[in-house]
């Protein structure tokens, strides 16, 4: 069965740089969820888009912004980066946004040096 | 953490033995699940619990419901080197985001 798809796996970028994190949903799922997962921390919520249109919103820094398109794959975009946006960002996405099963990707392994 | 404290955070054992995560949040819920990540890797979804239940079984995985004292706990029965990883509850916030608890880091001796 077809999953969660995050790309790239695995990125390296410098401080003020800018990055950007794709996500491709499971198939007719029309929710997708964000979710940043420090070194040794559990993962915390950052954004979600439900039907394309955000749904809620997390400890999202206003240098990051995300969107979701027609297609329902959704993108982060994280501006002027940090030592500290070194994290692995996860993607799930969901059918509807009542918080039943969600499906997690692989993660993006970000580092900033 | 947004929402809670994992106990233990650390756990050893050996294989065969049985394993046993509680998770504690703090809101009022719909429903909590228990997630599994191999280091590094991504989330896995082991099992999900309705507030109105109290328990659930899903093969060799007990998981129990307190909403009096909201808390949940995660047995793994006849552990296997291959449960080694980092176990976490997750409560749903409004909208459908997850709340992730700490986490618990359980390792399998073989």
């Known amino acids: 069965a077809a999953g969660v798809i995050q790309s790239p796996r695995h990125l390296i970028k410098e401080k003020r740089e800018t990055a950007t994190l794709k996500c491709y949903p499971i198939?007719?799922?029309?929710?997708v969820y964000w979710y940043q997962q420090g070194p040794g921390q559990d993962p915390q919520f950052l954004i979600s888009f439900y039907e394309k249109m955000q749904s809620d919103k997390g400890s999202i820094p206003d240098r990051f912004s995300a969107q979701q398109f027609s297609d329902y794959h959704s993108e982060l975009n994280m501006s002027s980066l940090e030592l500290g946006d070194s994290a692995l960002y996860f993607c799930?996405?969901?059918?509807?946004?009542?918080?039943?099963?969600?499906?997690f990707g692989p993660g993006t392994r970000l580092t900033v040096t | 953490s947004q929402q809670g404290e994992e106990d233990p955070q650390a756990l050893s054992i050996q294989e065969g033995e049985n394993a046993t995560m509680n998770c504690s949040y703090k809101t009022s819920i719909n429903n909590l699940q228990w997630y599994r990540q191999n280091s590094g890797r991504g989330l896995v979804h082991l099992i999900l619990i309705r507030s109105n239940e109290r328990e659930k079984h899903s093969g060799r995985l007990r998981v129990t419901l307190d909403t009096s004292k909201k808390s949940s706990s995660l047995l793994i029965t006849a552990s296997r080197a291959a449960d080694t990883a980092s176990y976490f509850c997750?409560?749903?916030?409004?909208?459908?985001?997850?709340?992730f608890g700490q986490g618990t880091t359980l390792q399998v001796k073989p």
């Open positions: 799930a996405s969901s059918l509807g946004n009542s918080a039943y099963e969600q499906y």
């Open positions: 198939p007719r799922h029309d929710t």
């Open positions: 997750a409560t749903d916030g409004n909208t459908g985001k997850l709340i």
